[in-house]
C-alpha cells in the first residue's frame, strides 16, 4: 500500500504546529497521546477562529478517526473514509504509525481494481453549484458554509466561476493573519472577517465536462491528488461538483453489502475516552433492529458550562430520525440518549409490523 508521510504530533503541542504541516500537505496531521494514537486534524476541524492557535493544545479539538490497516480491503478502506467524510487516515500496524492513506489514494485504488462504473460524470455530480461573489467577505463565506454544511464554495466573477475557496483557506488566514498589532501575537478577528473572499480564491484544480466517462474524470483526480472536480456543460458553465465522496458512496451501494456507519465528534481531550464505549454500546442497541435497514449514525457531543448536549441524526433506508438529550456528565447523556434512541426505534418497528399483518389479512377478506 503507497501512503504518504505522517506528520505526528503530541496531544500537548500547539495547534499552530499543526496548521503549518495542513498548509504543507493540504491532509491531515496525526496526533498522539502517551506514543499512542489519538485522533486526527485537518483543516474542517478549524471552523472556529483561534484568537491564539499557539495557545491551544492539538489533543483539545482532534477527533477520533478510524485507522487504516495497511492489508485492508477496499470495503473496509471506503467505510472508514465514509465514516466521517475524512481527507486522510492514518496506517497503522501493531500500534504503529506507518503512514497517510488520502483520498487520492483511494481513488486510484478503485481505478486500478477496475471498481469504476461505466458511467458519465453527470450521474454523480452533486447539484446545484454552491457559489459566492468573489467581492464578499470571509464573515459571509463562513456563515454560507455553515448554512450549508458545506467545505468549499465556487468562487463567481461577472457570472463565471473563476476558483474556489475552502477552509484550508480559512487554515491559512488563521496562522497568517493580516491586522496584527505590533507587539501582539493575537490577530484581529474583525480584519480576518472583513477580508474580501478574492484575497483567498484559489484557481479550480480541475474540470471536468458532464458527459466524461467517470473512469477518465477519476483518473483525471487521482493524478493531480485532489478529491473534487467542477464540472462543465457544453456551453462551458460551471453546473455541478464531482466529489470523492460521493464516488466512494456509489461504489460502495453498488458493489458491497451495506454495513452501518458511526461517527461520533465533539469528544474533547477529557471525554475521549468514552469513545469506544459510546460506538460499541450504539452498534449493539442497532444489531436488535436489523429489519429497520439503518445505514448511519452520527453523534454530537457539546460541553457547556455547566452540562453536556448529546445529539444524534440516524438514516436508514426509508426515514431519518434526530435526538438530543442534556445531562450534567457524559455518563449521563449518553444512557438517556440510548434509552430514547431504543424507545424510538421500538415504536418504529411496532409500526412495521402493524403494517405487515393489516396487509397479510387483507389477502384473504
Known amino acids: 500500500m503507497k501512503m504518504l508521510k505522517a506528520t505526528i504530533l503530541d496531544s500537548n503541542e500547539p495547534v499552530s504546529k499543526a496548521l503549518n504541516s495542513l498548509l504543507k500537505t493540504g491532509t491531515i496531521v496525526v496526533i498522539t497521546k502517551n506514543k499512542k494514537y489519538f485522533g486526527i486534524l485537518e483543516d474542517r476541524n478549524l471552523k472556529r477562529t483561534f484568537s491564539d492557535p499557539s495557545k491551544i493544545k492539538c489533543g483539545s479539538i482532534a477527533i477520533r478517526a478510524p485507522a487504516i490497516s495497511e492489508d485492508g480491503n477496499v470495503e473496509s478502506i471506503i467505510t472508514s473514509f465514509l465514516a466521517g467524510h475524512f481527507k486522510g487516515l492514518p496506517v497503522i500496524e501493531k500500534n504503529k504509525i506507518l503512514g497517510i492513506y488520502t483520498r487520492a489514494d483511494l481513488l486510484r485504488l478503485l481505478s486500478r481494481k477496475k471498481l469504476i462504473p461505466k458511467t458519465t460524470v453527470a450521474a454523480l455530480m452533486k447539484t446545484p453549484l454552491y457559489t459566492i461573489e468573489y467581492n464578499e467577505n470571509m464573515q459571509v463565506a463562513k456563515g454560507l458554509m455553515r448554512e450549508l454544511k458545506v467545505h468549499r464554495l465556487a468562487v463567481k466573477r461577472k457570472g463565471k466561476v473563476i476558483g474556489t475557496i475552502s477552509t484550508l483557506d480559512f487554515a491559512v488566514m488563521m496562522l497568517k493573519p493580516k491586522g496584527r498589532d505590533r507587539f501582539s501575537n493575537i490577530p484581529s478577528l474583525k480584519n480576518q472577517d472583513e477580508k474580501p473572499v478574492s484575497d483567498l480564491v484559489r484557481e479550480i484544480p480541475i474540470k471536468v465536462k458532464e458527459d466524461n466517462s467517470l473512469h477518465s474524470a477519476v483518473n483525471e483526480m ?17 453546473i455541478g461538483i464531482l466529489t470523492a465522496a460521493d464516488i466512494m458512496k456509489f461504489i460502495k451501494k453498488i458493489y458491497f ?35 429497520i435497514e439503518i445505514n448511519e449514525i452520527n453523534i454530537h457531543l457539546k460541553k457547556g458550562k455547566s452540562i453536556y448536549t448529546m445529539r444524534l441524526q440516524l438514516r436508514a433506508a426509508s426515514f431519518r430520525l434526530s435526538m438530543g438529550t442534556e445531562g ?29 399483518v393489516f396487509i397479510y389479512e387483507s389477502e384473504f377478506v
Not at 225 to 232: E, G, L, P, Q, R
Not at 331 to 339: G, N
Open 222 to 238: 487521482a493524478k493531480r491528488n485532489v478529491s473534487a472536480a467542477i464540472v462543465m456543460d457544453s456551453r462551458n458553465k460551471a
Open 328 to 356: 450534567y456528565n457524559v455518563i449521563e447523556v449518553r444512557r438517556e440518549l440510548l434509552e430514547e434512541l431504543r424507545r424510538l426505534l421500538n415504536k418504529r418497528k411496532s409500526k412495521k409490523k402493524r403494517k405487515k
Open 257 to 291: 453489502t451495506k454495513s452501518l456507519n458511526i461517527f461520533i465528534s465533539g469528544l474533547g481531550e477529557d471525554e475521549m475516552m468514552y469513545y469506544d464505549a459510546i460506538k460499541d454500546e450504539v452498534e449493539a442497541l442497532v444489531k436488535k433492529y436489523k429489519s
